[in-house]
T-cell receptor, first 111, second 118 residues
Framework: GEDVEQSLFLSVREGDSSVINCTYT??????LYWYKQEPGAGLQLLTY?????DMKQDQRLTVLLNKKDKHLSLRIADTQTGDSAIYFC???????????FGKGTKLSVKP | AAGVIQSPRHLIKEKRETATLKCYPI?????VYWYQQGPGQDPQFLIS???????DKGSIPDRFSAQQFSDYHSELNMSSLELGDSALYFC?????????????????FGPGTRLTVL
């Protein structure tokens, strides 16, 4: 069945780059998303990439997609303490299709 | 920009009671989704509606039902509540058409309703 996997924890120092990795299994996924969830809060859409793209950059965020290996990564440049949160990778087929989420990666940023 | 609105934000119920969660999608969004997120878990898809018709169904218990109304808001009805139903319930909306600053088919989530069953 469909599955999305992420490492559970990542710890970085303030100012460093963070790289959060994700692998997925559904080759029919059209969209791949990154959502951020702060404690007790909702899911904030950070960015997304279409499956026919290799890379997308949005300010401090860079998404890389290796479709052959079904590997997605999110790079956060100049990580700040405010970036501490859980980051969920999700795949979807778009057009009313539901999202399949990974377990989330908890990012801790140390000052 | 308008976001997805959910009410109530917090709800406490006892076992075997019923609960109704409401979701108001982003204006002009035609698709609504419901997800359940247990403590320390990832969100799990429950059900979705497109143009007021059920479009997909996930791991929604038979005790739960949902509908989308003519004004596009949606309600999730939960009966015979169990302790294991305690979770954060998210609603998300999307549009099949490109609208303003919202990307087509991208799901935008509400703040969630935290349901606690005692």
């Amino acid at each position: 069945g469909e599955d999305v996997e992420q490492s559970l924890f990542l710890s970085v120092r303030e100012g460093d780059s963070s790289v959060i990795n994700c692998t997925y299994t559904d080759s029919s996924s059209t969209y791949l998303y990154w959502y951020k969830q702060e404690p007790g809060a909702g899911l904030q859409l950070l960015t997304y990439i279409f499956s026919n793209m290799d890379m997308k950059q949005d300010q401090r965020l860079t998404v890389l997609l290796n479709k052959k290996d079904k590997h997605l990564s999110l790079r956060i440049a100049d990580t700040q303490t405010g970036d501490s949160a859980i980051y969920f990778c999700a795949e979807g087929e778009g057009s009313q299709g539901n999202l399949i989420f990974g377990k989330g990666t908890k990012l801790s940023v140390k000052p | 920009a308008a976001g997805v609105i959910q009410s109530p934000r917090h709800l406490i119920k006892e076992k075997r009671e019923t609960a109704t969660l409401k979701c108001y999608p982003i204006p002009r969004h035609d698709t609504v989704y419901w997800y359940q997120q247990g403590p320390g878990q990832d969100p799990q898809f429950l059900i979705s509606f497109y143009e007021k018709m059920q479009s997909d169904k996930g791991s929604i218990p038979d005790r739960f039902s949902a509908q989308q109304f003519s004004d596009y808001h949606s309600e999730l009805n939960m009966s015979s509540l169990e302790l294991g139903d305690s979770a954060l319930y998210f609603c998300a909306s999307s549009s099949t058409l490109t609208e303003d600053e919202y990307s087509t088919d991208t799901q935008y989530f509400g703040p969630g309703t935290r349901l606690t069953v005692l």
